[in-house]
């Protein structure tokens, strides 16, 4: 058998502690990670005048770019790329 003083004991057992607050910690991290958010490919516009693509979510048949203020109708989905 071996001898195990209070001073060794005490260490082992905060370290211990430690090691599993610290596994818990990782686990339960990589379980809550935020989700991703993903834009619909139907809120995204390209400007046929200056070709700036930008974001817009409140108009579904047209739209006007924030560049150049020109009207744009949407695009069919394969020219999208």
């Given at each position: 058998?071996?001898?195990?003083?209070?001073?060794?004991?005490?260490?082992?057992?905060?370290?211990?502690?430690?090691?599993?607050i610290?596994?818990?910690?990782?686990?339960?991290?990589?379980?809550?990670?935020?989700?991703?958010?993903?834009?619909?490919?139907?809120?995204?516009?390209?400007?046929?005048?200056?070709?700036?693509?930008?974001?817009?979510?409140?108009?579904?048949?047209?739209?006007?770019?924030?560049?150049?203020?020109?009207?744009?109708?949407?695009?069919?989905?394969?020219?999208?790329?």
């Amino acid at each position: 058998m071996f001898r195990l003083d209070v001073s060794m004991a005490v260490f082992l057992y905060v370290m211990s502690s430690l090691v599993i607050i610290f596994f818990l910690w990782i686990f339960f991290e990589r379980k809550a990670a935020l989700p991703q958010f993903v834009r619909e490919e139907a809120d995204v516009w390209e400007c046929t005048i200056c070709a700036y693509t930008y974001v817009d979510s409140t108009h579904h048949e047209i739209s006007q770019c924030p560049q150049c203020k020109s009207y744009n109708k949407k695009l069919p989905e394969e020219r999208l790329v």
